[in-house]
């Protein structure tokens, strides 16, 4: 399984961006999907997941009401809306796959490039 994180770049304070992560092969919908973040001089943390069948989701209380994670197994494809966005969620953004529902990054066996959100007036 590849991941292909896209979508970031710079953003006024309050504003949108829709990250998007495109997987190959043919079992996306049996994996489950988490968006991750990692600030400058800081550790790797959960944005948020979906389950396989996106009827369970998490959100990290930072970003609960304002981010909301979709998927779309027929284009193979889970996206991160980010609305009302904060120079404090400025970081790379990385998209992971995991055979089992986990907030923990240790759980996740593929992960995308990641994909730069910048936050800023």
């Known amino acids: 399984v590849q991941l292909q994180a896209c979508g970031g770049g710079l953003v006024q304070p309050g504003g949108s961006l829709r990250l998007s992560c495109e997987t190959t092969?043919?079992?996306?919908?049996?994996?489950?999907m988490g968006w991750f973040r990692q600030a400058p001089g800081k550790e790797r943390d959960i944005v948020g997941t979906t389950s396989w069948n996106g009827a369970n989701t998490y959100y990290v209380d930072s970003v609960k009401g304002r981010f909301t994670i979709s998927r779309d197994n027929a284009k193979n494809t889970v996206y991160l809306q980010m609305n009302i966005l904060k120079p404090e969620d400025t970081a790379v953004y990385y998209c992971?796959?995991?055979?089992?529902?986990?907030?923990?990054?240790?759980?996740?066996?593929?992960w995308g490039q990641g994909t730069l959100v910048t936050v800023s007036s």
């Open positions: 992971a796959a995991s055979r089992v529902y986990s907030l923990s990054s240790a759980r996740y066996d593929y």
């Open positions: 092969g043919r079992t996306f919908s049996t994996y489950n």
